[in-house]
């Protein structure tokens, strides 16, 4: 597998490329993550995974269901201390959140007590927007996530997919420049996660934030990402990864015809088929 | 006692019982009491002598008295002084201890056979001590009430931080919230419906507090007018008395219902 991951790097580059003459964004090195079970033993669920994002680099996960994908999210931004390895932002060692480091959570995670605005505003207060400029961003993600008027909804009131959209509008309303999105479109409609897909390229495309974006849908991970890694089952390790040879812009509909989009499509699907 | 409810299903309660406040419920209720004290003031005439239960037309026309002679307000606001005294005391202390407990767990254990000892302590017994050591004025009344009510707090408050979805506290912590914006976005409101529904369970238990020790020692009250009363074989002052109980017990937790709903609208 090895060889075929260098095979696939070795390809020529993409139209847009990420700038990888400068140091890593974050960086993995030989990460192991244990959780003590119940009865006094360890659980290994990451062991030993290395793994670099590049500045402005857009990176998806795939694997199976309990792998470990949201764990290693956790070690990236400081909430969970690893067992082994090193974790770095920013060139720097994690000890506790980094700064510009934004989660978006598997479950949305909103305040009940908050209506959509103010949920997202949480977002705006704790990043690096000045004041004055929050009710602005607030609206112009309202109106990108297309939850014009719900601004004064509750959360009780949304379906799961506009939760959803309001937790994405509270990450980017934080403005961090490296965003971990755990399975962020799960709860979408065909139709919508597109949408969210075309919205998310078009900030990322215009902001150059890197991304780590766990999700389960092999189609998305290749339709959005510059690199697509592929974990094993736990205890997790790299058993793949793939540069999605795609110029950008990207067009997410047309572009599931390209020959280069079935063939990784495929080679995904057997990566995560084999037992491993 | 019968009117402690578990703490860990306090909330729960408050949104249930918000629906049996609701307008369109009130013309039934008006009707189901109404037809309850015509049951009684003609169960008075046909079933059992006056003398033992008294009867609601007997009971209003002492209530009339008492209003007039300006009575009914003495033990009124006396008793009111007493249970609401008692009451905001237990609120200003247990609300802060709670959070002060939740937030040190090793606190929490070390101190927890003591809180649930005395949690578990019937306290009505100890209104003889407090008459002993307090007198027999307002204040032996309001530790009375507060002794009762306390734990209702601090037990609630301690719950619904327990409650809070650690994911909401992550979420804030990977954003680098710190510590104060933390404890206004997500702890407060979150323990807002628990001191809520402990000021509904303790609006009854604070009543209790002061009526206890009005009939222990006291000159004045509602409690004192029942006892009193009682001593007297007046049983249509003793109802009379617990009647006004009742309506005050009824107006504050609609009070409070009132209150929930306009502050807690995201239920
Ligand atoms: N705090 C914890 N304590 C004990 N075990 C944990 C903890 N967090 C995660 N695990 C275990 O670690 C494993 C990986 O969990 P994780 O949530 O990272 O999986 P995942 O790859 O995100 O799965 P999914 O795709 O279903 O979200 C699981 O087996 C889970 O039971
Ligand atoms: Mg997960």
């Given at each position: 597998?090895?060889?075929?991951t ?11 490329a990420?700038?990888y ?6 960086e993995?090195?030989?990460l192991?993550i ?7 033993s360890?659980?290994e669920?990451?062991?030993g995974?290395?793994m670099?994002?590049a500045?402005?680099e ?9 792998s470990?994908k ?7 931004c ?6 082994g390895?090193e974790?770095?932002?920013?060139g720097?060692?994690?000890s506790?959140?980094?700064?510009g480091?934004g ?9 009940p007590?908050?209506t959509?605005a103010g ?8 990043g ?6 929050h009710?602005?961003r607030?609206a112009?993600?309202?109106k ?8 004064n909804?509750w959360p009780?009131?949304?379906?799961g997919?506009?939760r959803q959209?309001v937790s994405l509008?509270?990450?980017?309303a934080?403005?961090p420049?490296l965003?971990l999105m755990d399975e962020?479109f799960?709860a979408l ?5 597109i949408?969210?897909g075309?919205?998310?390229?078009s900030?990322?495309e ?9 999700t389960h849908d ?5 339709t959005l990402a510059?690199r697509?890694?592929?974990f ?7 058993i ?8 950008r812009?990207r ?9 280069v989009?079935t063939q990784l ?12 | ?17 918000k ?10 209720q ?20 006056p003398?033992w ?8 026309e002492?209530?009339?008295?008492l209003?007039v002679?300006?009575?009914l307000w003495?033990?009124?606001s ?9 009451l ?7 609300v802060p ?10 606190l ?5 056979p ?7 302590l019937?306290?009505v017994a100890?209104?003889?001590l407090f008459i002993?050591?307090f007198?027999?004025g307002?204040?032996?009344?309001i ?7 306390l ?11 327990r409650?809070?979805d ?9 954003m680098?919230a710190?510590r ?5 976005t997500?702890?407060l ?5 628990w001191?809520l529904a402990?000021f ?9 507090g ?9 000159n004045?009250g509602?409690g ?10 007046d049983t249509t002052?003793?109802?009379?008395g617990l009647v006004?109980?009742m309506?005050?017990?009824m107006v504050?937790?609609?009070?409070i219902g009132f209150i ?6 995201w239920?």
């Open positions: 597998m090895a060889l075929m260098s095979q696939r790097e070795a390809k020529t580059g993409p139209v847009v990420p700038a003459a400068s140091p890593p964004r974050a993995l090195k030989g192991r244990s959780f003590p079970l119940p009865d006094m360890m659980l669920v990451i062991s995974i290395s670099s994002v500045e402005g857009f990176v998806a996960v795939v694997g199976p269901s309990g470990g949201s764990t290693i999210l956790r070690a990236l400081g909430l969970l201390k690893p067992s390895g974790v770095t932002v920013d720097k060692p994690v506790g959140p980094p700064p480091v989660f978006m959570f598997q479950k949305d995670a909103l305040l007590w908050r959509v949920n997202i505003r949480i977002g705006a207060e704790l690096s927007v000045p004041a004055d400029q009710e602005a607030i112009s993600l309202i990108l996530l297309r939850l014009e008027g719900f601004e909804a009780r009131q949304l379906s997919g506009m959209r509008g509270r990450l980017l934080y403005q420049s965003m962020p799960g409609d065909y139709q919508t996660k949408a969210m075309r919205e998310l390229l900030v990322w215009a902001e150059r934030r890197s991304i780590i974006f766990v092999i189609e998305e991970a290749v510059d697509v890694v592929v094993s089952a736990r205890p997790a390790r790299i793949a990864d793939y540069k999605v040879d795609i110029p812009p067009h997410l509909r047309a572009m599931r015809s390209d020959p989009f499509t495929e080679a995904i699907w057997s990566d995560l088929a084999m037992p491993s | 006692m019968a009117l402690t409810r578990t703490p860990s299903d306090a909330p729960d309660t408050v949104i249930r019982r629906s049996s406040w609701s307008s369109s419920a009130v013309p039934a008006a009707a189901l009491i109404f037809v309850l004290l015509l049951l009684w003031e003609l169960a008075s005439y046909y079933l059992y002598n003398f239960g008294s009867r609601p037309s007997m009971i209003a002492r209530l009339w008295e209003a002679s300006g009575h003495m033990h009124t006396t008793t009111l002084q007493e249970a609401g005294a008692g905001l005391l237990a609120a200003l202390l247990g201890a709670g959070i002060g407990l939740a937030r040190a767990p090793r929490a254990r070390l101190l927890d003591v809180i649930m000892g005395l949690y578990g019937p306290r100890l209104a003889p002993l050591w007198g027999i307002l204040f032996s009344k530790m009375m009430s507060f002794t009762m009510v734990f209702i707090f601090i037990l609630n408050v301690m719950e619904g931080i409650t809070i650690q994911d909401q506290l992550d979420l804030m912590k990977s680098r710190g104060l914006y933390v404890v206004w997500v702890l409101p979150a323990i807002v419906p001191i402990s509904r369970i303790g609006v009854g238990l604070a009543l209790i002061a009526v206890v020790g009005e009939l222990i020692g006291s004045r509602l004192w007018y029942v006892e009193s009363s009682g001593g007297q074989l002052g003793v109802f009379s006004v109980l309506i005050l017990a504050a937790n609609y009070l929930e709903r306009k502050i807690i609208k239920r």
